[in-house]
């Protein structure tokens, strides 16, 4: 099994990239899988992802294929809830669902949706697909997908969640004594800074939480190896040419924090095409001249682009934008057809 | 406006809407221009600002726009350096304090308690609005508009929902807190909400959906809607529509530029349903690239009142 990881910034097409990909990949006759977050009604629609279902085959364009596409959507709450359900000790589920900080950590909790995408990954691993495509959540921290799971780790290791959820416990049982000294004065310090209230609710819902989160490390740990593994996985970054500078920048260098190489830059949303001359008079003129400047700069980004990344990143691409949003799977293998992948 | 008493506190423009539809740049535009217009500007951002660190030089802006330059401050509100001085506030002696904010026990506390970073943002960002001079006598600098350049949609409402939670699952004084920061972030007194969004299906959903919630949760409307990158085509009168053909034989670059544009000017004419607040159109334009001239040019589109 391989994983393609891909990492942009908001509205740059990350997410039919991803898409376009798997079904590349399963042109070539292999069983894909693309698990998205948030994708447009267009992609869901097309990739049969519309009404609430969170994961379907999809047909290919041609009938002569013959790999599988298949599609996933990640719905943090119901993955978290899922996991509640499964691993809470007996009788706590229903403490942990009804906690009123429970409430807001699926939203709020920074990473959350990358944790539950190695979850995912996790489980399709066991279910026999040889691509996996992860379009990670639209920000400049969704490499967190890294960072979360050893986040993770650490909370339910002794320094973390284990740490608060069991002094809790052993406040609560037998009074603040009984801990460490300085560890009491670092609680009564956070008590008066950041309220009394908040530090106890916090502390009592870890309490009962961590058995999850350990859990979930455990399991992220094996994923996060594979994430780790090179041989394994592929990390690509898509981005736009007016965001390409920057998004180079700071996608090599948070990559390159956590030692990780990127496999591509995808440049997506290329204005390609070169105006007629000379050009015409009128609106058609107007439109023309308008349509050259945009797309003069779009050519000048991606040599920019390229004369200072390209050694850095061995596989520099330029997808031209549709006319048209990206509509029903046939429109996805225009994009499939722009993208060179590894098999 | 301007003659008016002071307000007790800055007007707060909101440029909210998804990731990448240019509200960083559209945030500066429009504080350099009430700036060069003689008011007293903040710009708030609560992430990195790459743009207006490297692309503009303080320098070169306050070389080419002297006025508004000495009105205009740009503020990047790091929640984690909220959460250091918040713990230097309370405890005075700098040794235990640093040993408060080293230890593992309070940066997970921090790192797991939902909202709490999303809270002290919160709580500066109305403490930069209130004009304490105009109130107290006070020197610190005050402000007439306060320009949010807000997270992208989903944190954007998470937080102004941190409130909120606060209030929910608390007592007592972080609660009492969490009530007023609601109330202050809740009122359309305070805040002009302008989302931004270009002309394209995914941004506009997202833009609809944050507006449903901003409107359904805190009783916020639309000021005015923001559409930016707009194709030529959007703005066409139909008798310059009507001179525009295109076949198979049509060269790809126009038949691609017009077939762009027309599908803006249909997700333009279906936006009203959706949101009925004014829009402005800002042109898309060749990548912005720091160029000041172009800034100026872009503020100039906007030309968003003061007060709406």
Request: with cysteine.
């Amino acid at each position: 099994m391989k994983i393609i990881v891909y990492l942009g910034t908001g509205g740059v097409g990350k997410t039919s990239v991803a898409a376009a990909s798997a079904l590349a990949l399963a042109r070539t006759g292999v069983r894909s899988m693309v698990i998205t977050t948030d994708p447009s009604l267009r992609l869901r629609t097309a990739l049969g992802l519309a009404d609430g279902i969170t994961e379907q085959q999809v047909p290919l364009p041609d009938s002569e294929d013959a790999g599988e596409l298949w599609a996933a959507l990640l719905d943090v709450r119901a993955t978290l809830d899922e996991a509640v359900r499964l691993y809470a000790r007996a009788g706590m589920a229903q403490r942990i669902l009804d906690h009123p900080i429970y409430a807001t950590i699926a939203s709020s909790l920074v990473g959350m949706q990358e944790l539950m995408a190695v979850e995912r990954i996790d489980q399709l691993r066991l279910r026999g697909f040889d691509r996996i495509i992860v379009d990670t959540a639209p920000s400049r921290h969704a490499f967190e997908i890294l960072d979360k799971p050893a986040l993770f780790a650490d909370l339910s290791s002794s320094r973390k969640v284990k740490l608060v959820g069991r002094t809790y416990k052993l406040v609560s049982a037998l009074g603040l004594q009984s801990i460490g000294r300085s560890a009491i004065d670092i609680y009564a310090k956070a008590e008066e800074i950041l309220g009394v209230n908040l530090v106890r609710q916090v502390l009592d819902f870890y309490s009962i939480f961590y058995p999850i989160a350990e859990g979930y490390s455990r399991r992220a740990e094996r994923t996060v190896a594979m994430l780790r593994d090179p041989a394994v996985t592929e990390f690509r970054v898509v981005t736009t040419p007016q965001k390409a500078m920057r998004d180079a920048a700071f996608f090599t260098s948070a990559l390159g924090e956590r030692n990780f190489p990127i496999g591509a830059i995808c440049v997506n949303r290329a204005w390609l095409h070169a105006a007629p001359e000379p050009l015409p008079g009128g609106m058609a003129g107007d439109v023309l001249g308008w349509y050259s400047a945009v797309s003069e700069s779009h050519r000048a980004a991606v040599w920019s682009l390229k004369e200072a990344y390209g050694t850095q990143v061995r596989d520099i691409q330029v997808f031209s934008e549709l006319e048209r949003d990206v509509d029903g799977v046939a429109a996805l293998d225009v994009l499939a057809r722009q993208i060179h992948l590894p098999l | 406006m301007d003659h008016q008493a002071p307000q007790p506190q800055a007007r707060i423009l909101v440029l909210c809407g998804k990731g990448g539809v240019g509200k960083t740049t559209l945030s500066l535009a429009l504080g350099l221009r009430h700036a060069s217009q003689g008011r007293r500007v903040v710009i708030v951002s609560s992430h990195p600002l790459p743009e207006l660190g490297i692309a503009v030089s303080l320098d070169g802006l306050s070389r080419r726009f002297p006025e508004a330059s000495r009105n205009l401050f740009v503020v990047h509100l790091d929640p984690r350096e909220l959460l250091v001085e918040v713990v230097e506030r309370a405890v005075p002696v700098p040794l235990v304090a640093s040993t408060i904010l080293n230890s593992s026990i309070f940066q997970n506390l921090v790192e797991i308690s939902p909202g709490l970073k999303e809270f002290y943002f919160l709580a500066r960002l109305q403490q930069l609005a209130e004009r304490k001079r105009a109130i107290s006598g006070a020197s610190t600098p005050d402000y007439d508009i306060l320009i949010w350049d807000a997270p992208a949609s989903g944190h954007f409402l998470a937080t102004l929902r941190a409130a909120r939670a606060f209030e929910t699952y608390l007592t007592g004084p972080l609660a009492a807190a969490g009530a007023n920061l609601d109330r202050f972030f809740s009122s359309a007194a305070n805040m002009s909400i302008l989302p931004v969004s270009p002309l394209e299906e995914m941004a506009l959903t997202e833009t609809f959906e944050m507006a449903d919630a901003l409107s359904r949760e805190f009783q916020l409307g639309c000021d005015a809607l923001i559409l930016n990158s707009v194709s030529p085509v959007v703005t066409a009168s139909d008798a310059d529509l009507a001179t525009l053909h295109i076949d198979d034989s049509s060269a790809p670059a126009l038949r691609f530029a017009v077939n762009r544009g027309l599908a803006e000017r249909e997700l333009c004419a279906e936006i009203r349903h959706r949101i009925a607040a004014p829009q402005v159109s800002v042109p898309r334009i060749r990548h912005w690239d720091g160029d000041l001239d172009l800034l100026d040019q872009i503020g100039e589109w906007l030309n968003i009142p003061a007060a709406l």
